[in-house]
């Protein structure tokens, strides 16, 4: 590329630091400088490692040709990378370093959706902190996190990374991710994020989770009203709660790629909801417009994603090489430029990289001299937050908690899975640090009980599915076969489990089953392993089945025929441990499942918080005519919300201060909860609201509000909520956000069908 661009090049340019404390007068004084080139070097975001060797990296970066990078992970590779800019560089710009800090750094927490699990904000905002600490320490300033997107359907595989189907839920828990990363801005949320915290880059920009058939990458086909009232509130939440980055997700939405959705990009996000950040594309997504049919080369490609509003271009050279042509033949105006360079370096700035280039890298003398060394993990956090996420789905007989006395069989292909434990996206986590749920028993028996194990099955005996796993997770083949015959695996399984007093089976999906691009066309276990567990039922022994798996699943056979089912997901490095802690009942269970686990592939989507239909099918008064599927059940599996304890709760019925709400007044809904069992526990009591009658289909009920209680056996508490007019506005067909006067249905419970009902009217 031409040096030079539409300027003539200063010989010297330098950061005016007098005018560091005035971010737009500072901003303006770097751009005054910058030649056009510059300018679009600053656009481009590479993969390292991916992209282009060192030498010719260091190269690009002190040509001023590169504005950030992602995917290295310690102090001393940033350095060399962050001189070049700073020393180098004609225009000294700080380069930024992020990374996929998803659910832990170096501590992997459990992933998202078992976090979600835990419907504890201080949990989830624990996890958050101590990744971004974690991160920050190895010199990165941004993660690609929180990915928020909802979804309705569980085939698709990063059902795992997000956090369920809920808008409220989702929301609550986004605005806690971006506040716990970014860490403390000062009195007006505006100072440079420090030293101890990293930007969030809130994710996939937008409705990514709904994609068709939950099949990754598919297209988004959605009613405003849906999108607005039920996909769009997490997004927007983390916006608010300050978010400094959007990452522009690679789907299309009614036609349009979002990576060139002007309408999502400027008029949604900048115009609407005041969005003052930076925004990245996802990995290839410009160059991916001309697959999407939109494009018919790489300089169209460029000119719809920066007049759209994409600042950065993630992972592809389509910027830096088609947008000098694309300037000076006048297709693009210097001012799209230009608002993309502004919010690039308003983000280092809001970084703190301008006030110190150094801020998270340092100067090399505090650099550990063992990266991975284990005093750099906070386990007593990943513990404690891996025990607050897991859900008790059945306990018959009070199988659980088990004692430390006596003969436990641990079998089942996660039994012993290190790198399963972590889950997908375990950024710079190390798998052999983690606890599996070997370790865990093992160590909660210490001079106790004793563990037999037997693997008793593989992940599955599907060659394919085993090579597509081995290749997807291209540094190392996870998925290890046993090379010995199923039958005799499951035999030596079912010998010791004669010898053993109750059988721990660990089953579900290999990590790389919920991940990015992998979709499945079925919910249930593998085939092997639901045959390991058939003929461990036959024993007669007691059958608690920990199950490890990224998205409901499936479980007819499993929930009929278990004695216990415990929903670990994939809970992080010291998963072992925190498992162990719940089945010893050392803890009592508490996680409520924040996505519906459906009965089969065939109901999807089984989301809770459907619209009404005219001819709804009720349960307990089947009939034709109405919706249903004819040849099962209906409703789902597991309910949104649901969840057990070893101890039970029992609640009053719903009290309202007052039957009709004035505009600008409040009722409060208030019931007790009571411990009504030997055990302390704590549940999660749930508000919904359902419109009795609008101008417009709602849903059979909404997330509202929710309070997770901790409750002494035999304690009982009344827990209050307030309801005001803000709990019962959604978009009309005009899309104007309205309350809507008429009858309310409060529903309160424990989980979200079985409930207590009470009504009040908006005046
Ligand atoms: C994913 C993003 C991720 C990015 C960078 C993409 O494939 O869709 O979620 O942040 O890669 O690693």
Avoid at 173 to 189: N, T
Wanted: hydrophobic residues 40%; proline residues 5%; without cysteine.
């Amino acid at each position: 590329m031409a040096a030079g661009g539409l300027f003539s090049a200063p010989a010297q340019a330098d950061i005016n630091r007098a005018l560091l404390n005035d971010k737009p007068a500072f901003i303006a004084d770097v751009m005054r400088q910058m030649t056009l080139d510059e300018k679009i070097g600053q656009l481009r975001l590479i993969s390292i490692g991916a992209d282009m060797p060192k030498p010719q990296l260091i190269k690009e970066i002190a040509a001023g040709r590169i504005g950030g990078s992602f995917n290295t992970v310690t102090p001393a590779e940033n350095r060399p990378l962050q001189d070049a800019a700073v020393r180098q560089s004609r225009m000294k710009i700080p380069l930024f370093f992020a990374y996929d800090v998803v659910h832990g750094h170096r501590t992997v927490f459990p992933i998202s959706l078992a976090q979600a699990s835990s419907w504890d904000m201080d949990a989830i905002a624990l996890s958050a902190r101590t990744s971004a600490v974690e991160a920050a320490a190895d010199g990165i300033d941004m993660t690609f996190a929180p990915m928020v997107d909802i979804t309705h359907d569980p085939r698709w595989g990063r059902t795992s990374e997000g956090f369920g189907e809920d808008p409220y839920l989702v929301s609550q828990i986004a605005r806690v991710s971006v506040e716990a990363l970014q860490g403390d801005r000062g009195p007006d949320g505006k100072a440079p994020i420090g030293a101890n915290g990293v930007m969030a880059a809130v994710k996939h920009f937008a409705l990514y989770g709904a994609v068709e058939g939950g099949r990754d990458y598919n297209v988004v086909n959605m009613n405003p009203m849906r999108m607005y009232d039920d996909y769009l509130p997490p997004y927007r939440a983390a916006i608010d709660a300050g978010a400094g980055a959007v990452m522009v997700a690679l789907n299309s939405i009614n036609g349009v790629p979002a990576s060139s959705n002007t309408w999502l990009l400027q008029d949604l996000l900048r115009k609407d909801w005041g969005f003052k950040g930076l925004t990245v594309s996802d990995h290839g997504a410009i160059f991916e417009l001309i697959k999407h049919g939109v494009a018919s080369n790489e300089s169209e490609a460029a000119e719809l994603a920066i007049k759209a509003g994409i600042d950065m271009s993630m992972a592809d050279q389509i910027y830096l090489k088609e947008l000098p042509e694309l300037v000076s033949s006048g297709k693009v105006p210097m001012a799209a430029i230009d608002n993309a360079v502004r919010e690039i370096l308003g983000a280092k700035y809001d970084m703190g990289l301008f006030h110190d280039p150094y801020l998270r890298i340092g100067d090399g003398s505090h650099d550990p001299a063992d990266i991975n060394a284990e005093n750099r993990l906070h386990r007593d956090a990943a513990r404690d937050v891996a025990r607050k996420s897991m859900v008790l789905l059945e306990n018959r007989a009070q199988t659980l908690p088990l004692k430390k006395t006596g003969t436990i069989a641990l079998v089942g292909p996660l039994a012993d899975a290190h790198i399963d434990m972590m889950g997908s996206w375990s950024a710079a986590g190390v798998a052999r640090q983690s606890i599996t749920l070997k370790q865990g028993l093992q160590d909660a028996l210490a001079g106790k009980g004793k563990l037999l194990t037997a693997r008793g099955a593989n992940i599955t005996e599907d060659k394919r599915i085993v090579d597509y796993l081995n290749f997807l997770n291209w540094d190392t083949p996870e998925v290890v076969q046993d090379k010995r015959k199923p039958e005799a695996m499951i035999a030596e399984a079912v010998k010791i489990a004669k010898r053993s007093d109750v059988i721990v089976a660990a089953v579900g999906e290999a990590r790389g089953m919920s991940h990015e691009s992998s979709s499945r066309t079925s919910l249930d276990l593998p085939a092997n392993q639901l045959a390991l567990l058939k003929a461990l039922k036959k024993t007669g022994k007691p059958l608690v089945l920990v199950l490890m798996n990224g998205r409901p699943l499936a479980l007819n056979w499993e929930r009929e025929n278990a004695d216990a089912i415990l929903e670990t997901w994939y809970s992080g490095t010291e998963g072992g441990h925190a498992i162990a802690d719940v089945l010893f009942g050392d803890v009592n269970p508490s996680g409520k499942l924040p996505i519906t686990f459906p009965r089969s592939v065939g109901q999807i989507p089984a989301y809770y918080n459907h619209q009404r239909v005219g001819r709804p099918f009720t349960e307990g008064k089947p009939g034709n005519y109405t919706s249903q599927y004819f040849e099962e059940p209906n409703g789902p599996l597991y309910p949104f919300g649901y969840g057990l304890s070893y101890t039970t709760f029992a609640l009053s019925d719903v009290a309202l201060s007052k039957n009709t709400l004035p505009r600008d007044g409040e009722i409060e809904a208030s019931i007790t909860v009571k411990n009504t069992g030997k055990r302390d526990g704590a549940t999660v009591v749930q508000l919904y609201i359902q419109d009795v009658a609008a101008s417009v289909v709602r849903p059979v009920k909404e997330l509202k509000d929710f309070r997770k209680v901790m409750l002494k056996a035999g304690e009982e508490q009344v827990v209050r909520f307030t309801i005001d007019e803000s709990k019962l506005k959604f978009h009309n067909a005009q899309l104007q956000y309205v309350a809507e006067s008429g009858d309310f249905n409060v529903e309160i419970g424990l989980d979200s069908k079985t409930v207590k009902t009470q009504k009040f009217t908006l005046q």
